[in-house]
Structure formats: C-alpha cells, structure tokens
C-alpha cells in the first residue's frame, strides 16, 4: 500500500486554536444522525462559542468556525489536521468580513451533504467518543493566548455546559454521557493512553511525530515489533520473507525439528497479523504507508 504524501493539505496557520468537543456516548445507544443541517448547526455553535468564551475571555474576539457534524478521533488526529485545515479554507470563502470580532461560522448538510471534505467517514462510525472540532482565529496575539490558556485549562475544567451537552445529545439524536473540550493536544494525549491500554503503545512514537512534526523523523525498532522508519511524511515498513524475519527475530532458534519450524511459522504468522494491526491503525490516521520488501533481516534497516 503505497501513498504520495505531497497530497497531504498543509496545517493551517499556528495560531489558530485547534480543538472539538468531545461527546462520550453511553453504551451501545444508537445515533440517529452524524451530520446536521445549517438550521440545526447554527444554535449548538453559538453554546460551544459561549462555553469556549467561559474558559477563555478572550474567545469572544476570535472566529469560531465549526462544524455539524460528529468524527472518531482518528479522523481528528491526522497530520497536517485536514479536518481543521477543510473549516478554515472554507470559513475564508464564507460571506462577511473574516476579520469581525467575534464572528461564528457553523458550516451544516445541505441536502443531506456537508460541503468539502466534511463529511465523516462512515468506516469509522460507532465509537464511543465522538468528535465535533472547532477551530478559533483572528488577532495572532489573541490567538495565542487562548491557545496558552486552553493548552493547560481545558483538561481540567473543560467540561461543556449542561445545556451544550443536551442540545448536542437532541441535535444529533445521541445519548451524552459526558461532553468537554479538548484541544488537538489533549485529544493526542488521551489517545497515546488508549493506544497503550491496547498495546500499541510501541507505535505511538511514530503516529506522535507524523501529528506533531510531520517534517521530523522517528524508528520503531524493538523486537519483536515490526521495523517502521517515519520520514519524508511517509511510514516505510518492512516486509520480511520467513528467513529474513528468521534471521532477525529468531536467530537463536534452531528450526532443526518439526515442531520447532511449526511454532516458528506460528510466532511468523503473528508476526504478520500485528504488521497488518499497525498499518491499518497509521492508515486510519491518514499516514502513508509503504511496504518495503527486505530479504535481508541483518540490513533492514538500510533498506528503510
């Protein structure tokens, strides 16, 4: 599976605020909708806009752009932030002056269809905790400086109001166990624990530089971990033949018997499910992926 990273959309400008609200669902309820119109869209922005002003004063003299619509994180966390890159490209062609204090833009379906890339991917619908981002903008100090305060309140104290919650719960037809904000930073954080309780703490490295420094460089390289070399924005896994992965996952074992060479084929085959886990969890996060076939298990890494 390959993928040309130069298509990846830049970030926007660094001092937009980056954020959502997060809804956690109760149990397995059903969601009776994952978009909502312009006309349904536009009094859950003017809550999340207030509650957002709550934590921050300063808020209030930013844009607020955000959207109808509810994502799974791995559609939130992805480089270059494409979801918060898509409202801010499509907040600058909205009518009216960008540069209004204060001004709220809430981007709904049309017909059923949200415009750009916004609609969420329905390969990703039914998790637990559900995702509507915002993205704040304006004055560039300003900006800062709730970015600063919500980088180290929000965790804390972020909670949404009651009625943000309610209103979120009956637009979407959902059922809201608990409904806060988090910046993208937060969102990251909380999922590096997720990704460790899951076991894949050993990937969260990679996906942590691919989201935070996209330009930057990082190796998975521990035994018996797949070997993945992040770089250029591209993540290049290697493919091992059985005696490649022999030689470097298995040196010591002596493969001289049958059931020595069945419970090598056995540890080979998981070998291949947990490359299969791991580039599906980088593909679901929009990371590119290359698979490059290694015959040689002592110079791998070369070949990445």
Do not use: K
Request: charged share 20%; with cysteine.
């Amino acid at each position: 599976m390959t993928s040309d990273a130069s298509h990846r959309p830049a970030p926007p400008a660094p001092l937009h605020v980056l954020g959502a609200l997060a809804l956690e669902l109760r149990g397995d309820a059903a969601v009776a909708r994952h978009a909502l119109s312009q006309a349904q869209v536009g009094p859950l922005a003017d809550l999340i806009a207030r509650d957002l002003a709550g934590f921050a004063p300063q808020a209030a003299a930013l844009e607020l752009v955000v959207v109808g619509a509810h994502y799974d994180p791995v559609e939130v966390l992805r480089p270059g932030w494409p979801l918060h890159h898509e409202l801010d490209q499509l907040a600058a062609r909205a009518p009216g002056r960008r540069e209004a204090e204060g001004r709220i833009v809430a981007f709904g379906a049309h017909e059923d269809r949200l415009p750009g890339t916004l609609p969420p991917s329905p390969d990703f619908a039914g998790g637990p905790l559900r995702l509507v981002p915002f993205l704040l903008g304006g004055d560039p100090d300003i900006a800062a400086r709730v970015g600063d305060a919500f980088e180290t309140s929000l965790l804390e104290r972020g909670m949404a109001g009651a009625d943000t919650a309610l209103a979120a719960q009956e637009a979407f037809g959902l059922q809201v166990e608990h409904a806060r904000y988090l910046t993208v930073h937060d969102l990251a954080a909380m999922m590096a624990m997720q990704y460790e309780h899951a076991g894949l703490a050993p990937l969260w490295p990679i996906l942590e530089t691919a989201l935070l420094q996209p330009d930057g460089e990082e190796w998975l390289d521990t035994p018996p971990e797949p070997l993945i070399h992040y770089a250029d924005g591209e993540a290049r896994i290697a493919m091992f033949s059985p005696p490649a992965w022999h030689a470097r996952y298995a040196p010591e074992a002596p493969c001289d018997s049958d059931d020595c060479r069945a419970q090598l084929n056995r540890r080979y085959q998981h070998f291949e499910a947990r490359l299969r886990q791991i580039a599906a969890v980088l593909g679901a996060h929009g990371v590119p992926v290359t698979f490059v076939h290694c015959e040689d298990g002592e110079q791998a890494r070369d070949q990445l």
